[in-house]
């Protein structure tokens, strides 16, 4: 770990970090410009960079994209980054009172405190669950990505069935290829191009990105935002008064972050709802509470350092942007897992290092120039989408020199939009892309162990155990949607 922060010392490094930072921060205060979009743009950038180089540009990204949002949450009452969602329901009545800059100012100070007690558990609990997560074989893998996927599927805003049909779908686009096992060609219709499937980068610049411009091209304009003029107050007791809130909402928005593919928007209206039930004044959130503002901003930012870890322990993706980081990893050749600590230790305790120094680079960033961040977004919106579309194209042609990727990213944007325009989330469709051909593979290779035989499984006390996670992250929602349908009747 010390080397890793000494090696961060690096002023090319540094650099890095705080441009990815502030570039974080600038989309996330641009309603409809998420992290994810800016890391899956950005990828293609670091195909030539030193792997570390390349996280540590991607989790400054990360961190101020998400933190960014909070800006136009309390300006606008439009959350830059869907895990703003929740501060705008204290956020934006402080500003109408007068109280914009108070509200920013506790956002950031939030921001920064749930980043940092995630942070704790990312550092202390990675090597031992990674060691503990070595001891895995082929029937653990598989049924962890089979327990991912259906708490993904279950546990998204939305209902289970579209949950379900979404992670199916991404895990039929992940079929085309030649089968590694036996070496075969399938579902590639006669042409070549379908021999390598469809690459990971085309399709997430087209799922995020191309659907978001073109949705974006249908929106109203977007209103002129009042702009902070005065200084951030924050004062010596808040951190006393709030203190207990924010410990709180890092704890949920850690757990929450494990959670795979659920979100920090989710963290945050978790938070959010626990803090109002445990207040003395749960009548006061809604109208411009300041324990709202800190609630939802610490959570949604300590959900980040909760989904790094089964992403660098076990290789699962905490959320969709996990899931870009996997493939930032997979382009240098690096496999995300328990063995990332002992083939790679340069990059696991790097992303725990980076994630630690770009809190720190965010609370800099944004206390110093929020003023100027927020005028920002003052930019024309036609001119600001045809920059992020030559990028797109570009970022996807550069992977292979095709332009067959091109179209598979266009191809993907109007999947994106079609999927969204019918309510079937986004998230669990990109995480079964990514995650299908890990389960395949560990699949095939637990019945080649067992000689086909899928009753060992049952010797496996591990892979059981997530087995039986998996049935019961199916089972509850329906079950506790039943038990609050009879509650109201009674």
Not at 149 to 175: I, N, P
Not at 199 to 222: C, E, K, Y
Request: with cysteine.
């Amino acid at each position: 770990m010390t080397d890793a922060f000494l090696a961060l010392m690096d002023w090319h490094l540094v650099m890095l970090l705080v441009a990815g930072t502030g570039l974080g921060i600038v989309i996330g205060a641009i309603p409809g410009l998420t992290a994810t979009m800016l890391i899956a743009l950005t990828l293609p950038l670091t195909f030539h960079m030193e792997p570390v180089a390349a996280i540590t540009l991607l989790i400054g990204e990360y961190v101020g994209g998400i933190s960014g949002g909070l800006i136009t949450a309390i300006l606008l009452r439009m959350p830059g980054t869907p895990s703003s969602i929740v501060t705008t329901f204290d956020g934006y009545p402080m500003a109408q009172s007068g109280r914009a800059e108070r509200a920013i100012a506790l956002g950031i100070m939030a921001s920064v405190a749930g980043g940092l007690v995630s942070w704790a558990f990312l550092a202390g609990m990675s090597p031992a669950l990674a060691h503990l997560a070595l001891q895995f074989g082929p029937w653990e893998y598989f049924m962890l990505v089979l327990m991912a996927l259906l708490m993904l599927a279950a546990l998204t805003q939305g209902s289970l069935v579209k949950g379900l049909l979404a992670a199916a779908l991404g895990m039929a686009f992940a079929l085309p290829g030649v089968d590694n096992s036996v070496g075969r060609a399938r579902l590639t219709f006669d042409t070549d191009f379908l021999l390598s499937g469809f690459g990971l980068l085309p399709v997430l610049i087209g799922a995020f990105a191309i659907s978001q411009i073109l949705r974006d091209a249908a929106a109203p304009p977007m209103p002129n935002m009042p702009v902070p003029k005065g200084r951030l107050p924050v004062q010596a007791g808040d951190l006393r008064t709030h203190g207990p809130n924010m410990l709180r909402s890092s704890l949920i928005g850690t757990w929450i972050g494990l959670l795979p593919g659920i979100g920090g928007n989710i963290a945050a209206l978790v938070s959010y709802t626990t803090a109002k039930q445990m207040s003395h004044e749960p009548e006061k959130f809604g109208t411009g509470h300041e324990a709202g503002v800190v609630a939802g901003e610490t959570a949604n930012n300590a959900a980040i350092g909760g989904a790094l870890i089964p992403l660098i322990t076990m290789g699962i993706p905490g959320s969709v942007t996990e899931a870009i980081l996997i493939g930032a990893l997979t382009i240098h050749q690096l496999q995300p897992g328990p063995l990332l600590f002992q083939n790679s230790p340069e990059i696991a305790y790097g992303i725990i290092a980076a994630y630690l120094l770009a809190n720190v680079v965010m609370l800099v960033l944004m206390w110093g120039a929020v003023r100027w961040i927020a005028q920002l977004v003052r930019l024309p919106r036609a001119g600001l989408m045809g920059v992020i579309l030559i990028f797109c194209v570009t970022g996807s042609y550069a992977v292979n020199s095709s332009f067959a990727d091109v179209w598979v990213m266009i191809g993907f944007g109007l999947v994106g939009l079609g999927l969204e325009a019918a309510r079937v989330p986004l998230g669990p469709f990109v995480i079964g892309f990514v995650l299908a051909p890990i389960a395949e593979e560990q699949l095939r290779a637990s019945l080649m162990l067992a000689d086909g035989n899928w009753l060992d499984v049952l010797h496996r006390p591990w892979a059981l155990l997530f087995l039986a996670l998996a049935l019961v992250t199916l089972i509850w929602p329906p079950y506790a949607a039943r038990m609050a349908r009879r509650r109201a009747r009674t």
